[in-house]
């Protein structure tokens, strides 16, 4: 169950953001635990600023 700080990190990150719920959870319990980091491959989360949002395709080299 989450708890009440992760609930507020995760309202406010959808009202602020236009979120989808999974994706407010996702960094909102990141940012109740401390974390200073994302990885994702979304890059519409890049908009969120209170942490550094990792794109997996900036680090990946493409295959040929």
């Known amino acids: 169950m989450a708890s009440n700080a992760q609930l507020v990190a995760m309202s ?5 953001y ?3 719920v999974p994706d407010a959870i996702h960094i909102g ?3 109740v635990y401390g974390a ?6 979304d890059l519409n989360l890049r908009c969120v600023t209170e942490l550094e949002i990792l794109v ?8 040929t």
């Open 12 to 16: 406010d990150l959808r009202a602020r």
């Open 18 to 20: 236009k979120l989808r």
């Open 29 to 31: 319990t990141a940012l």
């Open 36 to 41: 200073t980091a994302f990885i994702t491959n």
């Open 56 to 63: 997996l395709t900036d680090f990946a080299s493409p295959i």
